[in-house]
């Protein structure tokens, strides 16, 4: 059984710092890929940023410079470090991680945490 656990979230002002964790454990198979995804109330889902296997990572144009990805492989955690934290940023925090199994042949995987509040005062 596969769990993905957010942690971190938390209320601080403008201009403050937050850091996000996903731990993932159980069979979760070869991770490919984690992302973190951000939901704020009445809008759609987006994508904050992702980090590959290699450490590749890709961001939004809207935190860039801003919030940065990293993981350790090892313990298959993933981080989100959020720097000058804007009222904007105010969301729901997701963590996405994408797998592989072997079963004959490989299959993906994807799987979902549930979430982790930031809320960002002014």
């Known amino acids: 059984q596969v769990q993905l656990v957010e942690s971190g979230g938390g209320l601080v002002q403008a201009g403050g710092s937050l850091r996000l964790s996903c731990a993932a454990s159980g069979s979760i198979g070869d991770i490919t890929a984690m992302g973190w995804y951000r939901q704020a109330p009445g809008k759609q889902r987006e994508l904050v940023g992702t980090i590959t296997g290699g450490r590749i990572t890709n961001y939004a144009d809207s935190v860039k410079g801003r919030f940065t990805i990293s993981r350790d492989n090892a313990k298959n955690t993933m981080f989100l470090q959020m720097n000058n934290l804007k009222p904007e940023d105010t969301a729901a925090y997701y963590c996405?991680?994408?797998?592989?199994?072997?079963?004959?042949?490989?299959?993906?995987?994807?799987?979902w945490g549930r979430g982790t509040q930031v809320t960002v005062s002014s």
């Open positions: 996405n991680v994408q797998a592989k199994i072997w079963r004959g042949g490989y299959s993906a995987l994807d799987y």
